[in-house]
């Protein structure tokens, strides 16, 4: 009963609040429900990019035949993504560059790397959007519910203006509602500050395993061009 009460009174101070401060509650509200809708499709995102990378490596290195898996790859059955999308660019360049007649192996293998790299930059760039949303929703939410906290705490003094004695009991609706905002403002940036932080991370050791792959590929291509 005392939890229901104390809700009840938290949306009764918010239905009193003027309308800045009701302004400022519904941005980080709606701030607060799109990072977290990012969270989770980032969560399934990275998870899915973890998964298919040990899949992917375990394969390779299995000693399968890197057409088969190239032609896999390119059949349409499935769109490739992650490790597997920089092994069919790669590839896929590798191929073209040495079916010419006076292929160079330096050139081949610039090229290779070049196709790679883009590859690479593109799955990155996939695994970061909305990375730098909750970013700005973790950085900025605690200064906008601050906005609506100082604006809220004004409205309430100026209410006193024409109140001949001011007691605690007038002023402490108009600051507990002014509060609510900075509350909610933290409320937003919490959790958007530690996803951030947790799948940058993530994302970087991911990163760091696509680029040790296309190392070792390059050089597996390499030995193979010169024979």
């Not at 293998?109 to 990375?131: C, I, N, P, W, Y």
């Not at 402490?172 to 958007?192: D, N, Q, R, S």
């Amino acid at each position: 009963m005392l939890n229901v009460a104390s809700d009840t009174e938290i949306i009764h101070l918010i239905l009193q609040a003027s309308l800045v401060v009701k302004v400022v509650i519904g941005i980080l509200v709606l701030a607060s429900l799109m990072s977290w809708w990012y969270i989770f499709v980032k969560l399934f995102t990275v998870r899915a990019a973890k998964k298919q990378a040990e899949e992917f490596e375990q394969e390779f290195w299995s000693g399968t035949d890197l057409v088969g898996m190239y032609q896999r790859a390119t059949s349409g059955q499935y769109e490739p993504a992650g490790m597997e999308k920089i092994f069919e660019a790669g590839f896929k360049e590798y191929l073209k560059l040495k079916s010419r007649s006076n292929a160079d192996i330096g050139a081949m293998m610039d090229g290779t790397r070049r196709a790679m790299k883009a590859a690479f930059q593109r799955e990155v760039d996939f695994l970061e959007s909305h990375l730098s949303f909750l970013a700005t929703v973790g950085s900025v939410s605690p200064y906008v519910g601050l906005l609506g906290t100082v604006w809220g705490i004004m409205h309430a003094f100026r209410g006193l203006s024409n109140v001949a004695q001011a007691t605690l009991a007038q002023v402490a609706p108009g600051i507990a509602e002014a509060l609510i905002a900075t509350a909610i403002g933290l409320f937003a940036a919490i959790p958007a500050v530690i996803a951030y932080n947790r799948y940058t991370a993530e994302i970087d050791r991911l990163a760091t395993r696509y680029e040790s792959f296309m190392e070792e590929f390059t050089n597996i291509l390499q030995r193979q061009a010169t024979h």
